[in-house]
């Protein structure tokens, strides 16, 4: 399946590519394209959107808390994981969401470092699929009980 988005990603329209091939749609094609083309590809290449306005996946809120886009795939496929929702509390933070993470921070800076080096949004997405990798496992040991909680308190 086709599954596109608005280009220049960072944190959350890296997160959500990394979450579909890992938990969703092991065969996933990407696309990346400016913005004001996202639903017109959509529509012409068959491809499902998100994390743009417009989207069925997307940023949303509950209450006073809001809600990116990676947390928006959790819930429509029913992904309980308890180590995917303690990485989806890092990707919240990491893409402007409030509170403090080291671990938030951190992917904020590798991510941005990312993206500069990058040719091109899929070279992006290539280079940091091992770093969410790392950081799934991390969530996993964390809560497996091995690894020590964030020195933020977090």
Known sequence: MKWV?????????????????????PGAEFLYVPKEQVAEVARTQSAIPYDTPEAEIR????????????????????????????????VRVADGGSGESA??????????????IAKDDLE??????PLYDALYAFCRSRVDGRAAPSPTGR
């Open 5 to 25: 988005t608005r280009e220049r990603a960072k944190v959350d329209r890296i997160a959500c590519p990394w979450l579909i091939q890992r938990f969703i749609d």
């Open 59 to 90: 940023h949303f809120r509950e209450g006073d808390e809001e809600f990116v886009s990676f947390d928006a795939l959790l819930r429509k496929f029913g992904l309980s994981d308890p180590a995917l929702l303690e990485l989806a509390k890092i």
């Open 124 to 129: 992006n997405q290539r280079l940091q699929f």
């Open 103 to 116: 671990e938030a921070a951190g992917l904020v800076a590798a991510a941005t470092g990312f993206r500069e």
